[in-house]
């Protein structure tokens, strides 16, 4: 029976996909590792394609487990990453504050994320490696009003001594993560769905799980009925 097969890591009332976007080297592997595990590794190798790992929340006294999408920066997987955007309700757009390259690179990246995802979808830039004050190459209040210019929310990161790690992602999973959204993630999801062209027939979502039955095993890319 399926339903023996889940575990109490299945016991969820939503599933929602987020994704880590950005230049490689900005620490968004380790942004993923310290949010969904707590742990830093100083010798973390650059992503392959796409990885994700999974983390459980409480919002708005609801079970929300976060499916964490961790995007290739290198330009080779482009290709590879763009189908992932579909079906995200939220991203974390990362770049290095003390490497200003990244910084720049950033409204490409937000280009390409409004290319290939939903218009609903919850964004935030967040300037990572604030632990290297020392060698900061960006400007908070440049990079804030980058972000209040595109409509995005902002917060500076470290995932080596963990701040705001927490506050980031749950701002995404409860839908405060983009200046002029309101509402809570679960209404952002809905709306996401709602609007997706699907071409499994009307009812038929993907990425979103408001009865969850099949679990992680099965990923974002499965179809949910809704």
Not at 17 to 25: A, E, F, P, Y
Not at 220 to 225: D, E, F, G, S, T
Request: hydrophobic letters at 40%; a negative charge.
């Amino acid at each position: 029976m399926l339903g023996e097969m889940r575990g109490k890591d299945d016991e969820y009332d939503y599933l929602f996909k987020v994704v880590l976007i950005g230049d490689s080297g900005v620490g968004k592997s380790n942004l993923l590792s310290r949010f969904t595990r707590n742990e830093f590794n100083l010798e973390s190798k650059s992503t392959i394609g796409v990885e994700f790992a999974t983390r459980s929340i409480q919002v708005d006294n609801k079970t929300v487990k976060a499916q964490i999408w961790d995007t290739a920066g290198q330009e080779r997987y482009r290709a590879i990453t763009a189908a992932y955007y579909r079906g995200a309700v939220g991203a974390l757009l990362v770049y290095d504050i003390a490497k200003y390259l990244t910084y720049e690179n950033a409204e490409r990246w937000l280009k390409e994320l409004q290319d290939h995802a939903d218009a609903n979808i919850v964004i935030m830039l967040v300037g990572n490696k604030s632990d290297l004050r020392h060698l900061r190459a960006v400007p908070t209040d440049e990079a804030r009003s980058f972000a209040e210019k595109h409509g995005l929310s902002f917060l500076e990161t470290s995932a080596l001594d963990s701040t705001n790690v927490e506050t980031a992602f749950h701002n995404i999973l409860s839908g405060k993560g983009q200046a002029g959204k309101g509402g809570t993630g679960a209404e952002v999801a809905l709306d996401i769905v709602a609007s997706q062209d699907s071409p499994w027939g009307p009812g038929w979502g993907l990425g979103w799980n408001p009865a969850p039955l099949l679990g992680e095993r099965w990923g974002a890319l499965c179809l949910w009925r809704v």
